[in-house]
């Protein structure tokens, strides 16, 4: 199976997959839920039991926003549900099973169909294992958001939430979100809507002065939705 990464903007391949909730169909797994594909470079590791538990513990969160997480590596089932014994341990988590199914992807077809793998993190024999890949999905199973991490940075799953907040409100509302835009905060109006639809929009939206004299940052409290 060739390299065949979607573009953001582009549905995201449906796929089957073998998983600790028994095998999954993508798309249907989906339902009309977001989603988020995480994939780890290797089970029993100290930075994935790190970053597990802490999707369990978000998972609140996630389901507050209507959305479903489902990681992802190379190694077997029976590693994935020795492992979780571990993630729940460190969790502090103490309800039966658990919450969010691993796939396993020990012949690496999705790893490598995705292009999730890393050159720089390699198996016993040589082969690469998997990034820390974020692949956000949305209800209509467009692919929305692409982030890789390397194998010995942890990510940052109030990030990934941030994302997710950024992706639902700019989905409902003309604005696009500034940097290190957190909920509630201030957001830009979209460049392209014009300036009586501002007003009509956005009453509370400002101009911001610049050099240029160009009118593009147009500031507006955070819309409600
Ligand atoms: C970890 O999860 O701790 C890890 C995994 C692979 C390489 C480096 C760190």
Same mark, same amino acid.
């Given at each position: 199976?060739? #390299?065949?990464?979607?573009l953001?903007?582009?549905?995201?391949?449906?796929?089957? @997959?073998?998983?600790?909730?028994?095998?999954?169909?993508?798309?249907?797994? #989906?339902? !009309?839920?977001?989603?988020? #594909?995480? $994939?780890?470079?290797?089970?029993?590791?100290?930075?994935?039991?790190? &970053?597990?538990?802490?999707?369990?513990?978000?998972l609140?969160?996630?389901?507050?926003?209507?959305?479903?997480?489902?990681?992802?590596?190379v190694? $077997?089932?029976?590693?994935?549900?020795?492992?979780?014994?571990d993630?729940? @341990?460190?969790a502090g /988590? $103490? &309800?039966?099973?658990?919450? /969010?199914?691993?796939?396993?992807d020990?012949? =690496?077809?999705? +790893?490598?169909?995705?292009?999730?793998?890393? =050159?720089?993190?390699?198996?016993?024999?040589?082969?690469?294992?998997?990034?820390?890949?974020?692949?956000?999905?949305?209800p !209509?199973?467009?692919?929305?958001? +692409?982030?890789? /991490?390397p194998?010995?940075?942890?990510? !940052?799953?109030d990030?990934?939430?941030?994302?997710?907040?950024?992706?639902?409100?700019?989905?409902?509302?003309?604005?696009?979100?500034?940097?290190?835009?957190a909920?509630?905060?201030?957001?830009?109006?979209?460049p392209? #809507?014009? @300036?009586?639809?501002?007003?009509?929009?956005?009453?509370? @939206?400002?101009?911001?002065?610049?050099?240029?004299?160009?009118? /593009?940052?147009?500031?507006?409290?955070?819309?409600?939705?």
């Amino acid at each position: 199976m060739a #390299l065949k990464m979607p573009l953001l903007g582009e549905e995201f391949p449906d796929f089957t @997959a073998n998983s600790t909730d028994g095998q999954i169909q993508f798309h249907e797994w #989906l339902g !009309n839920s977001w989603g988020i #594909l995480f $994939s780890h470079p290797s089970d029993y590791t100290p930075v994935c039991t790190t &970053e597990l538990a802490r999707v369990l513990a978000l998972l609140p969160e996630f389901q507050k926003r209507n959305v479903k997480v489902i990681a992802l590596s190379v190694d $077997s089932l029976e590693s994935h549900f020795g492992w979780i014994k571990d993630i729940k @341990a460190y969790a502090g /988590y $103490s &309800e039966e099973g658990f919450p /969010y199914p691993i796939i396993t992807d020990k012949d =690496r077809i999705l +790893s490598f169909r995705f292009g999730m793998l890393d =050159r720089d993190e390699l198996d016993s024999e040589g082969i690469p294992l998997t990034a820390r890949a974020v692949f956000v999905v949305d209800p !209509n199973k467009k692919f929305r958001l +692409s982030i890789l /991490y390397p194998a010995t940075t942890g990510r !940052n799953f109030d990030e990934i939430l941030r994302v997710i907040d950024s992706l639902q409100l700019t989905d409902k509302a003309d604005v696009a979100t500034p940097a290190d835009w957190a909920q509630g905060d201030r957001c830009m109006v979209l460049p392209s #809507l014009p @300036a009586d639809e501002v007003a009509e929009k956005f009453p509370d @939206a400002r101009v911001v002065k610049l050099p240029s004299g160009l009118q /593009y940052l147009r500031e507006t409290p955070c819309p409600k939705h």
